[in-house]
């Protein structure tokens, strides 16, 4: 643990001559590639894109509150800035991030396969996400959307802003998702190496094998229901207008049908990246392997009947509102069940302090307290003072930026050696990723002050009292910014002029470490045989090994 | 692995499955998972309906009965049907009688073609009376609260199914090109197969629509 950066391997690392990187050549190969591991590394370019996009628009709207009044913008470009926030990060991060980048990439590795079931599907949903994410992003800027990333009828259908090519980017990037959920759970069923049962696949496959279950039953239903706002909005249908005879209510029903689950198929990947990652940084075998295999299963499962709690004051009955709040409560639970059991793993561990580790426990820090907080949003009583306030927005933050991008960012770090085989620079990490937790908890915590205290979501003018408070949100964020900042330089870096990293550089268990970093195009040289339970970092009796990474 | 391989590798089998089987398996699992997003695309739909059948009741039987059954009844027939000849083409080719299963398929090519064909009929008579969704309704037969969005349901549901009808025609027709150039025969015989489940949907959906739409 003396010397983070230093390498543990003995023998001088090897970067293998031919690999999947240059085994073909010219941009052609690389846009017409069927290899998910190219497929992962232009996703990784993508939704690095969406997140710098989703990035610049958050703090826009971060410098607009910065005085009470209007400081840089105007009501009109705010409600853009906050819309194209929400959308970019949403439906062109988030939900693509984790799966398309380490599930396309690590899927395959860590199931001792050669390729996803359906590769060239495989890429077709890349095409279609790079489709869909144009389509919305132009339709965003040219036609100045200003519906929140909810879409909201009546609001939705009656804005005079240009909102169809929105809903179509969206639609497509939903068959995008649809499809990389369906090549995925064909591919853990088919596509195991001899000797993987289910209860021998990392944690990380189970956890985009239940993400890929929300993938693909919920997205339809947000694909058509955003396809009908369109046909409301272009065609006046009358579906979801009042004055037609319409519901607008059935509209939030049928958005947050998928829209809740959609939530966790943002955060289970990367609860599944923690679950990998902790067991290699720890040298400790995952405490209760079993169980956050199932509650990743539990939580997907709990999590297609929750969407009501969102509609609390939407004038569901009393009861349907008792209903959502309890299931939701289920969902704490099965997160809590997760939770535990990292801790226990951790403990008693010989815990390398890294960067990943840092994140890791921004990330159990960042869970509880979203979760906590979750469960808090999910008592009636407390969300009708708490609805539509900034405390809600802070909750959403602490689990979707606090959670999903530790997770990402764990995740990045932890691979990037295998995805590229080379190193980045330990000590600028953890400077890197010190900043981030700091910089994320002075944006965020002040945000659940200044709901409680009454601040609504979506104004860009607030009373004078609530600005220290938004000061404070708006210094962190840039903080925040900062940090990324510092990622992107040192990886730029390390990707150039990195170490060499050698095939496995954490000396982790993971099956994806068995071949050469970077891995050959066809993944193994052989097929691995799998003999051992995963992340069996010591046999039964044996004292946990000290290993310096 | 493969170029150690022995044996002939079967010529449609893909570098990353190590058996035929194991292909068919995985194409099958993923077909059946592709079906299942196509129900729960059409369940938004179906739920709009249950929700303004409940809001608007009495309408709703009312514009119902507008709807020509005969035409609607003729349709339910020349479908199943069409969901008959596709499975005895799957099974036709199953046993290598390929030219058996040519005509099966094109007649159930025909048979959709005939189903979008009295379709357009029905829409093209909805039109002419006004019977027609959202702001655009101007039919004086049936003028109770949310009349309009009985036939705005029913153009949607009807349309995406036409829409699918399509689909289903041109994946059997990809299919007959198959069976025409004799890539498929006892040995191989899983996208006839999988063409066939997409069509048994297709037919599946319009089931649902027919009593929904014409009988209750």
């Given amino acids: 643990m003396s010397q983070p950066n230093q390498l543990a391997d003995k023998e001088t690392p090897v970067y293998p001559a031919v690999n999947y990187l240059n085994a073909d050549r010219g941009v052609w190969s690389w846009l017409t590639t069927v290899d998910h591991k190219r497929i992962a590394v232009m996703y990784l370019v993508s939704v690095l894109i969406a997140f710098l996009l989703g990035g610049i628009f958050a703090m826009a709207v971060r410098v607009e509150l910065l005085t009470p009044d209007a400081t840089v913008m105007g009501a009109n470009t705010y409600n853009r800035m906050f819309t194209l926030h929400g959308v970019v990060m949403i439906f062109l991060f988030m939900i693509p991030a984790i799966p398309g980048v380490f599930g396309n990439f690590l899927l395959p590795l860590m199931l001792g396969a050669k390729d996803v079931a359906f590769p060239k599907l495989n890429l077709l949903s890349l095409y279609l996400y790079w489709t869909g994410a144009t389509l919305a992003l132009t339709g965003m800027i040219m036609g100045g959307t200003d519906t929140g990333w909810t879409f909201y009828a009546p609001y939705s259908t009656s804005t005079p802003t240009t909102l169809f090519p929105v809903l179509l980017g969206v639609f497509i990037l939903g068959f995008s998702s649809i499809l990389t959920g369906l090549n995925f759970i064909v591919t853990v069923h088919t596509l195991r190496a001899p000797g993987m049962g289910w209860m021998r696949m990392q944690l990380f496959v189970w956890a985009i094998y239940a993400t890929s279950i929300i993938q693909v039953l919920a997205t339809p239903v947000i694909g058509l229901t955003v396809l009908l706002v369109g046909i409301e909005k272009v065609g006046g249908f009358g579906l979801f207008d009042p004055t037609k005879g319409g519901d607008p209510v059935l509209f939030q029903h049928m958005f947050w049908f998928y829209s809740h689950p959609a939530v966790y198929i943002m955060v289970l990947p990367s609860m599944g990246v923690i679950s990998d990652v902790i067991a290699a940084v720890a040298r400790k075998n995952v405490f209760g392997y079993k169980m956050i295999a199932y509650s990743s299963l539990g939580i997907a499962f709990v999590g297609f009947f929750a969407w009501g709690h969102h509609m609390f004051v939407s004038g569901q009955s009393p009861f349907d509102n008792g209903a959502f709040a309890v299931i939701s409560m289920f969902v704490g639970v099965f997160t809590a069940i997760k939770v535990f059991n990292w801790v226990a793993t951790l403990y008693r561990g010989a815990i390398a302090v890294t960067a990943p580790t840092i994140y890791i426990c921004g990330f159990l820090f960042f869970m509880v307290f979203g979760g906590m907080t979750g469960i808090a949003v999910a008592t009636i009583s407390l969300d009708v003072h708490w609805h539509d306030t900034y405390f809600v927005v802070a909750h959403f933050h602490f689990i979707m930026v606090g959670a999903v991008i530790m997770g990402f960012l764990a995740g990045l770090h932890y691979w990037f050696p295998k995805m590229f085989g080379r190193k980045y620079h330990e000590g600028w990490g953890m400077v890197a990723a010190s900043l981030i937790v700091l910089g994320f908890n002075a944006t965020f915590i002040p945000q659940f002050l200044l709901g409680n205290a009454g601040m609504p979501r979506r104004y860009y003018m607030y009373p004078e009292r609530f600005q220290g408070l938004n000061v404070a949100s708006t210094a962190g964020s840039s903080l925040l910014a900062f940090g990324f900042i510092i990622i992107l330089v040192y990886l730029i870096y390390a990707l150039l002029r990195g170490d060499l990293a050698g095939d496995n550089p954490w000396q982790s268990k993971g099956v994806e470490w068995m071949t050469t970093s970077p891995p050959d195009k066809h993944n193994f040289h052989e097929t691995p045989v799998i003999t051992e339970d995963p992340h069996t970092y010591q046999k039964p009796g044996e004292e946990v090994e000290h290993v310096v990474i | ?216």
């Fill in chain 2, 1 to 216: 692995m493969s170029s150690s391989d022995t044996h002939a590798r079967h010529p449609y089998l893909a570098e990353h499955y190590e058996t035929i089987e194991k292909q068919d398996h995985a194409v099958r699992l993923g077909m059946w998972l592709f079906l299942g997003t196509e129900v729960l695309l059409f369940a938004g739909l179906f739920l709009g309906y249950t929700v303004y059948r409940h809001f608007y009741h009495e309408t709703f039987h009312e514009a119902s009965r507008t709807l020509n059954l005969t035409l609607g009844t003729i349709n339910t027939i020349v479908l199943i049907t069409s969901s008959l000849s596709v499975a005895l083409a799957y099974h036709a080719i199953k046993h290598g009688q390929r030219q058996k299963c040519l005509g099966l398929l094109t007649f159930t090519i025909i048979c959709a073609l005939g189903f979008l064909v009295i379709k357009g009929f029905e829409y093209q008579h909805k039109f002419a009376e006004g019977a027609l969704p959202g702001q655009f309704y101007r039919f004086h037969e049936v003028t109770g609260p949310g009349a309009n969005l009985f036939f705005t349901i029913y153009f949607l549901t009807t349309g995406l199914h036409a829409f699918h009808v399509i689909v289903g025609m041109s994946v059997l027709i990809w299919v007959m090109k198959g069976v025409w150039k004799g890539k498929y025969g006892p040995d191989y015989y899983v996208p006839v197969e999988l063409g066939g489940l997409y069509w048994h949907l297709v037919d599946l959906v319009w089931i649902f629509l027919f009593p929904l739409l014409y009988l209750i």
